[in-house]
């Protein structure tokens, strides 16, 4: 069984907006930090983390997505989501969520594709 899924990706133009969605088993949501993140075409296996949410709410982002990516948690649904404003094109990539704040993470889920044209 799954333990974190992602779904609410597509094909957005260009200054559109998304939201992400991260449903998360529960052991694992109650437990830790969240995070996103996003690996970019053409660079396998790099993922880079976007932003992460603790258990308390606070959240941390990184500079290229500052002021257009919220990220969020849902304690009584186990999901965190992820609202992208102000879509670029260079935000295409396939978003993941996992933990955050950790020297490990659990095995990733399938994503969900990402698509900003011009």
């Known amino acids: 069984q799954a333990q974190l899924v992602e779904s609410g990706g597509g094909l957005v133009q260009s200054g559109g907006s998304l939201r992400l969605s991260c449903t998360v088993s529960?052991?694992?949501?109650?437990?830790?930090?969240m995070g996103w993140y996003r690996q970019t075409p053409g660079k396998a296996r790099e993922l880079v983390p976007i932003?992460?949410?603790?258990?308390?709410?606070?959240?941390n982002y990184q500079e290229f997505v500052k002021g257009r990516f919220f990220i969020s948690r849902e304690n009584a649904k186990n999901t965190v989501f992820l609202q992208m404003n102000s879509l670029k094109p260079e935000d295409t990539a396939v978003y993941y969520c996992?933990?955050?704040?950790?020297?490990?993470?659990?095995?990733w889920g399938q994503g969900t594709q990402v698509t900003v044209a011009s």
């Open positions: 996992n933990v955050a704040g950790r020297n490990y993470y659990y095995e």
């Open positions: 529960g052991s694992i949501f109650r437990l830790n930090a």
């Open positions: 932003a992460s949410i603790a258990r308390d709410g606070n959240t």
